[in-house]
Each structure stands twice: as C-alpha cells, then as structure tokens.
C-alpha cells in the first residue's frame, strides 16, 4: 500500500507527463510556436536586389507566405492542444481513480450490504 | 557489506512473489478484473446491489497486476545496499532458497535470461556450471564478493544473472584451465557481461517512447523533389530502421556536430581507408539530428542528411556540360531549403573525370568556401591526397576528420552491435568465439577493407556456414576456408589428422629418398595444422641446395598435390626471369596489369607452395625484397597493399655448389659431415648473403641419386605411364633386366634423374604405341617389355647419349 500512493502514485503521474510530452511532440506544438510566422514551406519569390517594385513584390509575397504559414500552424496548434487538454482530464480521471482503488473494495461492500442500486426506471 | 542472504527482508519478499507472479497468473488476474466488472455492473443495471461488491472486488486483482508492471517487475535495488539482497536482481533473488549453494545458485542462473545468454553466447551452459560449481554453502560469500567486484568492475546496475555466471566461473581455482577448451579467457566473460547489459540498455532504449519532431516537423523548411529524385535521404532511413549507437564512432560525430554548430567553414570530410565506417558515421548522425531526446545544438535538429547518387547524376546528365546545369541546381534547391545537409559519398567521385565519376570541383569548391550549405564528404585516404595534390584549393576549404580503423574491441563492440540486425535478418545466432575469430581472420585475410569492415564482412558472410543456425568460431574458419580455399582450423578431421602423419609416406609416393628434405616440410605442415607454428610467418621457407634432377622440383610438387589440393597449387617462378633490378617492379606487378607477378598471383590463391627455382640466378635487388616475404610471410605490391604469404609455404631451389656437393658425396662423405661448411663456402664465394641465407627454417642439402635409386625412379615414371593406360585397361610390365639397363643408358651423375624421362618414354612409351597401332594390343591385356625391346630402341649407347644430351 506505501508503494501505491507514494512510487506507484509518481509514477502514474510520470507516465501522464510523458503521453503529454509525446502529444505535444506528435503535433510538433513546440516546433509551430517557434516558428508560427516563418514563411509556409519556404514559398516565397526568389532573388535580391533589383528595382524598388521587386522587393516590394518579394516583400509581400513573403508576407504572404508567412500569414498562410501562421494561419495552417495555428490551427495544427489548436488542435494539438485540444488533444493534450483532453489527454490531461482523462489523466486526473485517472489519478483520482488511483487515489480511490485501495478503497474500492471496502466502498463495494458496504454499497452492496446497503442494497443501494440506482433505479432506472 | 554482509554477504547473507535475508531471505525474509521485504525485498527477498517483493522478489518471490514478483516470481511467482508469472505471465500466466498476470493474465488470469487481468481477465477476473474485466470479467467481475463486466458482471458487476451487468448486475447494477439489473438492480442487483451484490454488483458492487464484485465491482469492489475488481480492484484487488488490478492492484496487484499495477503493482507488477509498477514495482516488482523492475525492482529497484535498495539504497541501503547493507546487505547482499539489496544489490541483487529480482529475478535472481526470487529464486533463491535460504541458504543457497553455489550448485543450487548455478541452476538457479542457468534458467534465467543471463544464463541464456552464456549457454548459447559462450557455450557455458547448466552443466558446464554444475561442474564448476561447489556442494557446500560456506563457499558462497566467495561468489558473492566476487560478483560485487564484477558489478562494480562493469558499472552494472544491479548483481543479475550474467554476473553471477562469471563470479562462480571465476571462483573455481581451475577456471582458467576449464574455459580455455572454449577458446576464451576470464577477460571474454566480462566483456560477456558488458555485452549482456548494452542489450538490455539498447531494449530499454527502444521501448521508451520517440520524439521524432512531429507531424508539422518540416512546414518551415522547403521542398526538395530534385533532392528526392538524386540523392537518398538518409535521415528517413534512420527513421524507418533503428540505427545502432556505434561508440567507436562518437568521436567523429561530435567533432561534425562541433563544425556544424559553430561559425565557420560549414563542412567536414571524413578520411579513412574502406571498411573503417565513414558512410555508417553519417547515418548515426542522420540518426542523432532527427531524435528529438538527443542533445544537438538547435540550429542541427531535425535537419536531414541526403546523400548525392554519382551514377544516377551523370546518367541523367552524360552529356558535356548537363551537370554542369544539374548540380547548382540540386544544391540551389538544398540551400533554399534552410534543412538540408549534402553528404558526397565517395567525395572522389566528382572530383575526377573518368568512368561514373565527374569532375565539378569548380562549381562545388565556391560551396564549400562560402559556408552557406552544409556538406559531408566521404573519401579514402589515398584519393584524398589525390584531390589536394590535383586542386590543394579543395584541401584548403575543408576541415579534414580523419577516421582511423577500429581497434580490436571497438570491433567486437561494432559486431555485437550489428549482431542485432543480422541475427535478425538471417535466424542465426552467433557465438562470441565466432566474433573474436572474425577479427582474427577478417585481419589477416581481407586486404581490401579496414576495421571493422573486415570483421563485418566477415561475420556476415559466416551467416551461411553456421551449424543449425548457431555461428561458431568454426563457422567463421569455415567461411575463410570455402571463399579462399585455404586450410586455417586446426586439424580434427579424421582423414586430415591422417594424411599429416603420414605425410613422409604419401610424398615418398612420387620422390625417391631424399628423406631429410622430406621430413623436414612435412614437420613444417604438421606444426602449422596442429596450431603451434608462428602465425606471423609462411608456413615454413626452406632452401633445397644441391645438382639438377635430384628432386628439389619434385618435392615441392608433391607437396602440392599431396596437401595443397593439386599440382596447381603451386607459384612457381623461374628466378633466372629476374636477373635485372628493373624485375622487382615485375615481381610486385599489380594484378590487373599483370595477373602473374608473384603478389597477384599469391593473392588470388594464398593457400599453396611458392616454388622460386634457381634463386641464385635473381638480381641481389630481388632478393632484398624477398627478405620481408621470408621474414614476416608479408609483401606489398607496387600499389603498397599487403599480400600474405602466411599460409603459403615458400621454397627456394638453388643448383649453387652442385659441384662441390657432387665432390663431397664421391669422396665419401655424408651430407650432414660438410653441410656447415658447404654453406659458409656460398656466402664466402658471395653466392648469397648471410642475412638471405639466415631467414630461412631449414637449408636442406640434396644429395645426387645412385643407380639404385634411379632404378625406383624408373618404376615411378612406369607406373605414371600405366596410370595413362588404366583408361585403355592395357597394363606394361618391364623387366628387371630392362629397367637396369635403362639406367645404365641414361645415368649421368651431372643431371641426375633427369635423362630418365626420355629414357623411358623412348624406350617403353614408344613400344607401347607400336604395338597398339599394330593392334596386337587389346584391351585388359599386359604388355610386357623386355630388355630386348629396350635394346631395340635404344639401339647403341651414342642414342642414349644423344637423350641425355637433349635433357
């Protein structure tokens, strides 16, 4: 019982931790955010120097390249966190479990010495 | 640290029951949990309150199943470490009865995984341990301190199974002797151990989850098709395949890792002979950039490492100038990228025009010196001095890394490692004997590779000769032996232990007396078989003195076909051919401008007897570069590769001082009563030099043959002769009378037996073809020649002068 609620117990929270990590890793969370207004795939007109219109072509063409990098990262990003929310209830729904299993049996018992069942109908 | 056992200490207890807790009762433990839930909750939904307690009761068996996979499976060891329970494995501990002997400790290990290990790894299974091992408990304590030394000695992290194997092998006072008829030393059985925890560290490794970057890795570097389409992405390789931890090549890796992440020339070559990992270095640093737990500098992770197809370029561009337009374009692409590393191959290959290779240094040299894509090149160490003498430019732009040859261990470390892949690939399992043999032999008979290329090519090949799938050192000496035709085990076999001792009998076959050159080869083969001779040396090198047809030639022959396999295993060389010093070069010839100077020709076939007739007729140059040969078995040819000719056996023949030995033998004398001044009188005259004449193992004195002898002489050529008309089933018989008088006709001491040969094809072969064509000859019946018929064709002594003369 000492093992359950003290290594037993870390180590669920370890596990969680490393799902969480590997979900983050998965949808590249970290990666996306350091890199939200980099230009999408390096598409963006080529070449330097030239006349006043060209940078200014290039300049927006990169713009460009970059809003359409931020907005499809932003939603891998959303998404990614949305599983990793999901994953992080799940896992507290679980280490609440864990808290209670030890007791589960006493619990079961006295339940069922009460004759308490919930009515369906 | 006391050195009982507690077997009521909570961990022996844990230990006990996380045996007892097998895969099966994990099972039914995991089943009764879904089955009493599934029930429970069937029973609440029929209003039945008992479901409760079954829902209840679910909880037990889930405990105890979260407490194997949380805690007894991999019990920790204790951090008191007072006593000997707390540093001892699980499963170890588990099985341990009170009070426990070694005998009992013995099969107590020899069932677990590391025990396994050492039964099929190094052949010391069950009863190997319960020979060694003692009936009395008292000798425990000497096994236990003996396997804390052993943990601490190989950093293990607890005492487990395979420790404990070598701790009672090492506690038997015969030890040493006991494991050495494994071929192995107490120095093998830790690196067994070492060998057993990087498995289990590599099982862990693989089990732990992988960051590789994710889904959206690649969304701010560009697209790369031409790359696809000429080069190989390694990094998706290393991806899809789990590339092996080569520590031997950590070294290289972080000094790229070091060139890569600073300011600078951003390049690296690696110089280093074939075999010796340079391709195998940039796949484990493939490997290393796209593992995201790995610890590389920021600006290197998740870059990819494709590496340039020479052949697929030029294929695509043959013509002049298209590669031109082709490759800018290909690194354009790499560089605007922003992730990708180019790897060049065989770097030669563009840096040279000739077949499936090209020369565009001039367009991948302002590369390299600008720094603005990173490269990796690959090349040997000889085309790389090539490159710098050609365009020292080149050099100049790049940071050179050499990468030297393994060392011995860091190739059986290699090998275990690759072990993996190729046990996998093949269902064989080697044993570490076959390793340390494949270093051994891959070091000594393949020239074309460094280490661990050798080892591995090797080890690999040897997947095919294993005995039920299970790799032993005579496997690896079997593959040698059946891909370059040479004997290297030692002699077990019946028929080979056989044809060994009587060596002298099966030569004397084909060679009359002479019994002191005989028997002084024949021993030298007996000790190369039997695994004493020196193995850096030719088998033997022997210098056969004395006048023409007397058999020097004959010998070594016989030799060849006796124990070499055929007439044909011999490299013969007729020394007066290199009179001039200008004939070294000829002798050392590379083999593909002259596929019969003695280097190729010892290459292609390095199990034989190289014969050098007339010796003393050879320039004093050559016989300079003989020295080597004669010393150390080693020669390099004129492209500076080793040739071995340390499973060859070298002997030299010399008519120097025939004369005088002709002169000793008519004054009565004995060979061995002038032997010793013979010679010094051939390095007095300058005939050889003292030094020439010293690396040989024996000088070996012929003496001329008399007339009886030539008699038996004759009978062997007769019987050559019935040998080629067995397929005619026709026999010849010659008289007595006939045989005599043969000799008498040929004899001349000056030449010796050799006059005999016409002789008797002359007198006998001759009468046999008449009288076939004749036809009075049919098939089963006996031809007997008679002195009358030789008489005939021999007709007067001026004829066998004249045969004698032409000989």
């Known amino acids: ?121 | 640290m006391d050195l009982t056992v507690k077997y009521n200490s909570a961990r022996s207890e844990k230990a006990r029951i996380s045996v007892l807790l097998s895969k099966n009762w994990l099972f039914v433990l995991s089943i009764s949990v879904v089955v009493l839930l599934v029930v429970g909750f069937n029973l609440i939904v029929l209003e039945m309150a008992i479901g409760w307690a079954l829902i209840g009761l679910a909880s037990v068996p889930a405990m105890i199943v979260e407490w194997y996979n949380g805690e007894l499976c991999h019990l920790p060891i204790s951090k008191k470490n007072k006593s000997i329970d707390n540093i001892l494995s699980a499963e170890v501990l588990g099985h341990l009865p009170h009070n426990p002997t070694p005998k009992e400790l013995a099969t107590i290990v020899s069932q677990l995984n590391g025990g396994f290990f050492f039964a099929v790894r190094f052949g010391i299974g069950l009863v190997f341990l319960q020979e060694l091992a003692s009936n009395n408990s008292t000798d425990m304590p000497a096994v236990w301190s003996e396997a804390i030394r052993l943990q601490s000695l190989t950093n293990s992290k607890n005492i487990s199974a395979v420790i404990l194997v070598v701790a009672l092998v090492n506690c038997n006072p015969t030890s040493q002797n006991l494991i050495s008829h494994l071929q192995l030393d107490l120095e093998d059985l830790i690196n067994g151990i070492k060998w057993f925890n990087h498995l289990s560290s590599l099982i862990e490794e693989y089990q732990k989850p992988k960051l590789t970057g994710g889904l959206a890795r690649d969304w701010s570097f560009g697209w790369t098709p031409m790359l696809n389409h000429f080069g190989k992405n390694v990094s998706q390789q290393v991806n899809s395949v789990s590339l092996l931890n080569l520590p031997a090549h950590d070294q290289a890796i972080e000094r790229i890792i070091g060139i890569f992440s600073k300011n600078g020339r951003q390049n690296a070559v690696l110089v280093g002979p074939s075999g010796v990992g340079k391709t195998r270095i940039v796949q484990s640093f493939a490997a290393k950039l796209v593992n995201g737990s790995s610890d590389v500098p920021h600006n290197l992770k998740y870059r990819q490492v494709f590496i340039l197809d020479a052949g697929s370029l030029i294929a695509t561009a043959p013509e002049k100038g298209g590669l031109e337009r082709l490759i800018p374009q290909i690194l354009n692409e790499a560089y605007r990228a922003k992730n990708i590393i180019i790897c060049l191959d065989n770097a030669h290959l563009f840096f040279e025009e000739g077949i499936g290779s090209v020369d565009i240094s001039n367009i991948i040299l302002p590369v390299l010196e600008s720094g603005g894509l990173r490269m990796i090149l690959a090349v040997d160490e000889q085309r790389y001095l090539q490159i710098c003498a050609r365009k020292p430019e080149i050099a100049n732009a790049l940071n050179q890394i050499v990468v030297a040859p393994a060392s011995r261990d860091e190739t059986i470390a290699i090998m275990q490692d690759r072990l993996v892949e190729v046990e996998c690939q093949n269902s064989v399992v080697y044993m570490y004997q076959a390793l340390v043999e494949a270093y051994r032999l891959g070091d000594r008979y393949i020239f074309d590779l460094a280490m661990p290329g050798k080892a591995l090519k090797l080890m690999e090949s040897a997947a095919h000769y294993g005995d039920n799938g299970l790799i032993t050192a005579k496997s690896v000496q079997q593959t040698i032996e059946k891909t370059l035709d040479i004997k290297v085990s030692v002699a077990t076999d019946e028929d080979d232990r056989k044809k060994l001792l009587n060596m002298e009998d099966l030569i004397h076959k084909r060679m009359i007396n002479q019994s002191r050159a005989v028997s002084v080869v024949s021993n030298a083969l007996r000790r190369a078989r039997a695994g004493v001779r020196s193995q850096n040396r030719p088998i033997g090198t022997f210098l056969f003195l004395g006048p023409t047809g007397v058999g020097k030639t004959e010998l070594a022959k016989s030799l060849a076909e006796v124990y070499f396999g055929g007439e044909n295993k011999i490299v013969r060389l007729d020394m007066n051919e290199y009179a001039s010093s200008q004939d070294v070069a000829r002798l050392l010839a590379d083999g593909a401008d002259n596929a019969n100077s003695l280097t190729a020709r010892v290459m292609k076939q390095p199990f034989c007897v190289v014969l050098l007739d007339e010796i003393e007729k050879a320039h004093p140059n050559v016989l300079s570069t003989l020295l080597q040969l004669l010393d150390e078995g080693i020669l390099r040819d004129i492209k500076n590769r080793e040739v071995s000719f340390r499973d060859a056996i070298i002997i030299t023949t010399s008519n120097a001082g025939a004369d005088t030995i002709r002169e000793y033998i008519d004054r009565g004398y004995d060979i061995e009563q002038f032997e010793d001044q013979f010679v010094d009188g051939l390095i007095s005259s300058n005939q050889f030099r003292p030094e020439f004449l010293n690396r040989f193992d024996e000088i070996v004195m012929f003496r001329p043959l008399k007339k009886d002898e030539l008699i038996q002489v004759v009978d062997l050529m007769i019987a050559d002769v019935n040998k080629t008309m067995s397929l005619q089933k026709i026999s010849i018989n010659v008289s007595w009378d006939a045989k005599k008088y043969l000799v008498e006709a040929g004899y001349d001491p000056r030449l010796g037996a050799r006059p005999m040969r016409r002789m008797v094809q002359r007198a006998v072969e001759n009468t046999v073809a008449r009288q076939m064509l004749s036809g009075t000859v049919v098939p089963g019946s006996i031809i007997e020649i008679t002195l009358e018929q030789v008489q005939q064709m021999v007709s007067s002594k001026t004829d066998a002068d004249q045969i004698v003369k032409n000989s």
């Not at chain 1, 990666?31 to 060209?54: C, H, R, V, Y």
Request: proline share 2%.
């Open chain 1, 1 to 121: 019982m000492s093992w359950w609620y003290s290594n037993g117990l870390l180590g669920r929270i370890r596990m969680m931790m490393s799902r969480l990590r590997s979900s983050s890793d998965f949808f590249s969370v970290g990666l996306l955010l350091s890199t939200l207004f980099s230009p999408f795939k390096q598409i963006s007109a080529e070449g330097s120097g030239g006349s006043l219109a060209d940078y200014i072509r290039r300049f927006f063409d990169k713009l460009l390249s970059r809003i359409i990098g931020s907005i499809v990262r932003s939603f891998m990003i959303v998404f990614g966190l949305i599983v990793m929310f999901l994953q992080i209830i799940f896992g507290t729904i679980i280490l609440v479990s864990w808290l209670i299993i030890p007791f589960l049996l006493i619990i079961g018992i006295i339940v069922a010495i009460i004759g308490w069942v919930p009515r369906w109908t």
